[in-house]
C-alpha cells in the first residue's frame, strides 16, 4: 500500500514541469500542489493565488514533495492541535513560528522559501501571521475530501500531550 502511494506521489510530481537534472520543481507548481490538498470550496481561490505567487529561485526536489505529503497525510491532525493551542495564546504563528511548530511537530524541516509559498497562498488577511482558520481549516477540510487517513488511533488526551510536549519543545528552544 505504501509502495503504490509512492507510485502515485511519482505519478503526480510527474505532471508538474520537472527539470531532469534536479528532478524538481517550480516553487508555483509547489503552491499548485499544496492547494490540491485543501477545501474545495477554497479551491477555485487557491488557485488563482499559486499562480500568482512570486517568481522564486528555489525548486522543490521529489523527496520534498514526499516529505511535504507525508506531513499532511499523516501528521496534520497533530499540527492542527498544536495551532489550536497557539491560537488561544496569539493570532497565529509568524513565519519563524510556524516553521519551529511545523518541525517539533511533524519533524518536517521545511525551506524558508517553503514557508513563503504557504504564507502567500494562506494569510487571507496578509497581516505576516497564520492563523488557524487560515491555514487549518483551509487545509484540514480538504484532506477529507481527498479520503486521506483518519487521525492516528490513538486516545487523544495522550496525543493531545504529545502536541503540547512539541509545542513546549519549539518554545524552549526558541
Ligand atoms: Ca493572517
Do not use: C, P
Given at each position: 500500500m505504501r509502495r503504490l502511494h509512492l507510485e502515485v506521489l511519482k505519478l503526480e510530481f510527474h505532471q508538474f514541469d520537472v527539470d531532469a537534472q534536479t528532478d524538481s520543481i517550480s516553487m508555483s507548481d509547489f503552491a499548485l500542489s499544496i492547494v490540491s490538498y485543501a477545501s474545495p470550496q477554497h479551491l477555485k481561490k487557491l488557485v488563482e493565488k499559486a499562480q500568482h505567487i512570486p517568481k522564486y529561485e528555489e525548486r522543490v526536489t521529489f523527496q520534498q514533495f514526499y516529505e511535504f505529503d507525508q506531513m499532511i497525510r499523516?501528521?496534520?491532525?497533530?499540527?492542527?492541535?498544536?495551532?489550536?493551542?497557539?491560537?488561544?495564546?496569539?493570532?497565529?504563528?509568524?513565519?519563524?513560528?510556524?516553521?519551529?511548530?511545523?518541525?517539533?511537530?511533524?519533524?518536517?524541516?521545511?525551506?524558508?522559501?517553503?514557508?513563503?509559498?504557504?504564507?502567500?497562498?494562506?494569510?487571507?488577511?496578509?497581516?505576516?501571521?497564520?492563523?488557524?482558520?487560515?491555514?487549518?481549516?483551509?487545509?484540514?477540510?480538504?484532506?477529507?475530501?481527498?479520503?486521506?487517513d483518519t487521525p492516528r488511533d490513538i486516545g487523544i488526551s495522550e496525543f493531545f500531550g504529545h502536541v503540547v510536549r512539541c509545542v513546549k519543545e519549539a518554545y524552549d528552544e526558541a
Open positions: 499523516t501528521r496534520l491532525h497533530d499540527l492542527g492541535l498544536a495551532y489550536k493551542l497557539y491560537n488561544s495564546m496569539s493570532s497565529g504563528l509568524d513565519r519563524t513560528d510556524f516553521h519551529r511548530v511545523v518541525k517539533a511537530v511533524t519533524k518536517t524541516d521545511l525551506t524558508k522559501t517553503q514557508v513563503d509559498v504557504i504564507f502567500d497562498l494562506f494569510d487571507i488577511n496578509k497581516d505576516g501571521h497564520l492563523n488557524v482558520d487560515e491555514f487549518y481549516a483551509q487545509v484540514m477540510k480538504g484532506r477529507h475530501s481527498r479520503g486521506l
